[in-house]
């Protein structure tokens, strides 16, 4: 009954067989079972290196069309250097002990069986809880997630529903389903799969009287990705049909995109928010994080419907919004509907973890490159910038011009005033709940295998692979300061020399990369593209990758220019005087004024960096590793309102201010920031 090889799970299926297991009542062999899963994850682990059972990538089970590159199981990309030291701060923070302080992820969860919060938030806090346990190997964490998974998988109906009796929406479920295949895939434990299977029945008889409706029609393209994960596990047909009842029943975001209707700041009165209380589809279809999400529904689509138009739909649907709507820290404005290109409007937390989850997927199934330049610029910008250094607290809109977090009247489309302040859950809790699988996924995702049996490296930053390449266990060890640095040093352990191919990323922006081969200069890869180096690898073979991170500037809203250097973004930092609003058990809720003056036109020909040290925390003020020096005057004329910038003004403009050196910093450093600048007259 028990698969498992840990000695553990041996005990207890011999226990079971046993007389005396008769004895052993439902809720302790539960009890025994959860305990011997973190275990039997531990000694998995632990035994990477050593055993011929590393975690190997699982291609598209026929007639799925194939991946570009298929992601590996969660476990087989281990973070290390300054990700590690990231993933920690998110544990030592809210990340690891939410449900202590949160009571809607509390001991009184309905996804624990108790009677509070019963939706999405139990579900979202898994999501990324799970790969944050196992990625970190963390026992603390691990037995916390346990409790969730035990009672979902313990507690599934005799119909086959799963979750809290109190609601039957399939919406929450959907996220449920994404922490439970990646717990699957970290521990193999026998008990998830048949759950799925039994659920996934029991939705696609219901499906017919009980169609998707608000959320999950909207989000139709998450269910579909996990309902592919599970054919690909068992090649049940049904499971095919089910994910083409769910499309067609889910939201076209294809058509949406295909003629784009909403190109400007959306208002509460144009999707009658007070009327149904968001829940229009005028107000779904241009909901922020809905659109973040619904950035895999084509590639996901594509891998059923086989069409390439599928496929490449996606690109035009981020062009789209990049057109009207996009911001110089590489999102979309959603706050929380669609906003317009102002970079004083703001980006829900959600969608910026949303999006990234996207463009993973989306990555994984086409394969371009530049999508991997874009999500390091969501993980390196906006993520991190959006949190205080400790992750104790977090904001719900954060801006690209952000010069002041308060109460004050705010320029969102429908949010509430609280909305940038740093907190437990500022304006509405969802992000608090699911800001966690932000840095997880990101880091599960750095590398994936291709589809010519060979290993890719999707985005860069440090990490360890354990993984079975052509039948061979391999190791790959990535070194690196990247983004803060240019050089990535690959080196590659297979047990015996093997031949494989090894693509790498290299972005739009990187134009005189090179790629030495243990030692030896390989021929000038292109910019934007995928290189592939095919050769016998031998233990110890490195591969050494510099990326020139040559500083540049992009044009935006008004003419403004913004400064970039490789994935990074920077930001004038306003000087910062923390007032805090309240206590909110372990952390606090805290507005944020400035104090000093920001509103400064940049001249771009003379861009200076500055480099130091890469520390445990590069995404702090105190610890940025780089800066740039400009020229800049003060603008007398661009001022706040209630605590907002004015749009920047359209430039050139003329100002006759003494002439300044001003330094900005990663984007992330700036809790107050000006990012997109006014360009002087030359
Ligand atoms: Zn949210």
Redesign the pocket.
Known sequence: MIAYDGSRYIFLEQALKSESAWFINRRTFCKQLSAAAVLAANARAFSFATTASAPTALKNRAPLAPNAFDPLPLGAVRPAGWLHAQLQIQANGLGGHLDETWADVGPNSGWLGGIGESWERGPYFLDGLVPLAYLLDDTRLKTKAQKYIDWTLNNQQSNGMIGPHTNDDWWPRMVMLKALTQYQEATGDPRVIPVMQRYFAYQLSQLPTRPLRDWGKFRWHDEVLTVLWLYNRTGDPKLIELAKLLHQQGYDWQAEFADFKYTQRITREFIKLDEHNGLSDTGLATHG?NNAMALKASPVWALISGNDFDRKALLHQLAELDRYHGLPNGIFSADEHLAGLNPSQGT???TVVEMMYSLEVALSVMGTPMLGDRLEQLAYNCLPGTFTDDMWAHQ?NQQPNQVQCSLNHKPWTTDGPESNLYGLEPN?G??AA?FHQGWPKFAANLWMASGDDGIAAIVYAPSEVHTTIRNTLVRITEETDYPFRDKIRIAIHPETALAFPLQLRIPAWAKDASIRVNGQPRQAPQPDSFTKIERTWKAGDTVELTLPLEARTRKGFNNSIAFERGPLVFSYPIGEDWLKLRDRGMTADWQVYPTTQWNYAVQIDSIKATEAPVGEAPFTLKGAPVRLEVKARKLPSWVAEDGVANPVPESPVASYQPEETVTLVPYAAAKLRITAFPELKS
């Open positions: 994080v829900e937390l959600c719900y509405f969802c992000c699911n």
